[in-house]
């Protein structure tokens, strides 16, 4: 009864979390929270301390898969805390194989963007500038001014994607 009723709440938050990161380019706190809170709750009414402390751990686990992407600029904090809330759902080992599926997803869906915005010659024309920097001046120039036409990766559609499938092998004992 309780793994239908976290399922469908993830299924919820997951849609939420795309439709808005689509729209506004951001992932609000209080779906990240109120989704946290309810796979920490739902699992600990079931299971007790062990849910409480399967659902904790999914979080921070969640949390550290994505935080040092965070750190370095790649992405924002709110597709970090969305994937630490999918955690308290799926628990400490699943939510390490969404991730996984989502990192695939999103390095296919970020040359795809790329591709469609004509962003691809622009990186490999920088590459090729950069090589070239690095044959004659046995340096590496690197500039500090961003670059505004870089297409947006809106994060939340991988992890969710991710999450389903990490979910759908597990089901199927695939994984």
Request: with cysteine.
């Amino acid at each position: 009864m309780s793994s239908s009723f976290l399922l469908s709440g993830l299924a919820l938050g997951l849609i939420v979390a795309a439709i808005t990161d689509v729209r506004t380019g951001r992932i609000p706190n209080w779906l990240t929270g109120s989704l946290a809170i309810f796979g920490i709750g739902v699992n600990s009414l079931e299971y007790g301390w062990e849910g409480f402390l399967f659902g904790l751990g999914g979080l921070i686990m969640g949390l550290v898969c994505l935080i040092f992407f965070y750190l370095k600029g790649g992405m924002g904090a709110g597709d970090v805390k969305l994937l630490g809330a999918i955690g308290t759902i799926l628990g400490p080992g699943q939510v390490v194989f969404a991730f996984a599926f989502a990192a695939i997803l999103g390095g296919l869906y970020s040359l795809a963007l790329l591709s469609n915005q004509g962003g691809m010659r622009h990186a490999w024309d920088r590459m090729f500038l950069l090589l070239a920097t690095l044959k004659v001046t046995k340096t590496i120039a690197v500039s500090g001014a961003p670059i505004s036409t870089e297409p947006k990766l809106r994060y939340a559609l991988v992890l969710g994607l991710g999450t389903v499938i990490a979910k759908t092998l597990f089901y199927y004992d695939v994984l």
